[in-house]
């Protein structure tokens, strides 16, 4: 599916099994941060041709969506892999006082 601006209403994207999610920017939940194969590579300092390898070989979690015909993941799921996976540091968590 092609992805196509809602006018007013944020971007259509399609997600797993063909549905149909739509991102609007709300104050109330946290706004989707869709990445694709060249933004994970920049986010984890790493070649586009490493995340390229990670994919065919099936260590990347399921893409969550797919825009313009190529796979597109939130970053809170590849950051949470990446993390499992020792390829980034955790988020360091400010202390509570």
């Known amino acids: 599916m ?3 601006r809602v006018p007013r209403h944020g971007i259509r ?4 099994r063909g549905v149909d999610y739509r ?3 709300m104050t109330t939940t946290p706004r989707a941060d869709p990445v694709g194969i060249v933004e994970i590579a920049e986010r984890l300092d790493v070649v586009r041709d490493t995340v390229d390898k990670w994919r065919e070989r099936g260590l990347l979690p399921d893409a969550d969506y797919t825009v313009g015909g190529r796979p597109a ?3 809170s799921t590849i950051e949470a892999w990446a993390v499992e996976t020792g390829r980034l540091e955790p988020p360091k968590r400010p202390r509570k006082r």
Request: glycine share 8%; hydrophobic share 45%; proline share 0%.
């Open 23 to 25: 991102i609007v920017a």
């Open 73 to 75: 993941w939130e970053w």
């Open 2 to 4: 092609r992805t196509r």
């Open 13 to 16: 994207l399609r997600g797993r």
